[in-house]
């Protein structure tokens, strides 16, 4: 039988007090809302044949099982996604992915244990890296189209883009520290759109310029600055290539400029610095994920926000040792 979720209020409409006062039984209506749409499917078969078994404490039949008819596996709404084996509720993934959602600068894992009375700081760790799994958008070839700005920084403590530019960066990379936590990260944006950003192992011109052509439409116009591993870029693009000298303390002529890639990196560094205070590089990549998203849904209100990155949870597992 083809099974409908019950029907609750829609979280997208739902304010932050009414989400901090959710139950189980609601928290499960939600989740169930958001991952079937068009009615409860077998993650294990995908056949919509299933039945809602009623909890049983004798048969020890915990509650939100479902039994599917087709391939006789049982699942729940966290089967398949980031929510799988937590011992977290769903009230408290509920608001956890209201929390990590709505604030700008994101919430470290201390604040997100305080806030909803988790038993320690590893599983409030584990909850935020397994929201930002969920907010992961997978990057398909030629998805930024138009005028894309690219731009690369770094993240924890590097002096600042201006004062390196002023001395070569290769001379600079070959001082870096083994050991430090000190990374290159880079964005790229469309004006008034959306935006990639990740960890790159370097910042010579085939690393940078592979990223480019993996992620930008070959119609594309590519901003960059003046560092000379973007050079040649313009033959793989139809708009071409177009460069703002910082060096020079020309930071906009007219169109051309990099203004949407340094708000960008405005928005990780203050994140990054101010509320998670240590991010090793291991995994700046979860970061990075978290604030393309954020960027990325901007536009719609906090609670359609949350519905996204909720939307986001299946078919992705976070395994740990
Ligand atoms: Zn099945």
């Not at 006789?72 to 966290?78: G, N, S």
């Not at 409030?124 to 929201?131: C, E, K, N, V």
């Not at 700005?149 to 530019?165: C, F, H, W």
Request: glycine share 8%; net charge positive.
């Amino acid at each position: 039988m083809k099974l409908t979720p019950p029907k609750f209020k829609n979280l997208s409409d739902m304010a932050a007090i009414d989400v901090g006062q959710l139950k189980e039984n609601q928290a499960r209506k939600i989740l169930e809302n958001i991952r079937w749409k068009d009615g409860i499917t077998c993650p294990h078969c995908e056949s919509k044949d299933v039945t809602k078994l009623k909890s049983d404490k004798k048969k020890k039949t915990r509650d939100g099982v479902i039994q599917c008819n087709h391939c006789r596996k049982q699942f729940t709404v966290t089967t398949g996604t980031v929510m799988h084996s937590s011992h977290i509720t769903l009230r408290q993934w509920v608001q956890a992915f209201y929390s990590v959602c709505t604030h700008k600068k994101g919430v470290s894992a201390l604040q997100l244990q305080r806030n909803l009375g988790l038993g320690s700081y590893r599983s409030a760790w584990y909850l935020s890296h397994r929201i930002r799994l969920a907010m992961r958008e997978f990057v398909v070839p030629g998805l930024l189209k138009g005028t894309v700005e690219v731009d690369e920084t770094y993240i924890g403590g590097r002096p600042s883009k201006r004062q390196a530019l002023t001395e070569d960066k290769e001379t600079r990379k070959s001082k870096r520290g083994r050991g430090t936590d000190k990374a290159p990260v880079m964005v790229l944006v469309e004006r008034n759109g959306r935006s990639v950003s990740r960890p790159v192992k370097n910042v010579t011109g085939e690393t940078l310029k592979s990223a480019i052509r993996e992620t930008v439409d070959k119609k594309s116009v590519i901003m960059t600055d003046e560092w000379k591993s973007y050079r040649g870029i313009e033959k793989d693009f139809e708009g071409g290539h177009k460069v703002v000298n910082h060096g020079e303390g020309i930071y906009a002529v007219g169109i051309v400029n990099t203004n949407t890639a340094e708000s960008y990196f405005a928005i990780l560094k203050r994140g990054v610095h101010g509320t998670f205070h240590h991010v090793s590089k291991k995994h700046l990549f979860r970061y990075c994920d978290e604030f393309s998203f954020k960027w990325n849904h901007r536009r719609v209100n906090d609670g359609a926000r949350v519905v996204r990155a909720i939307e986001g949870m299946e078919g992705k597992r976070m395994r740990y040792r």
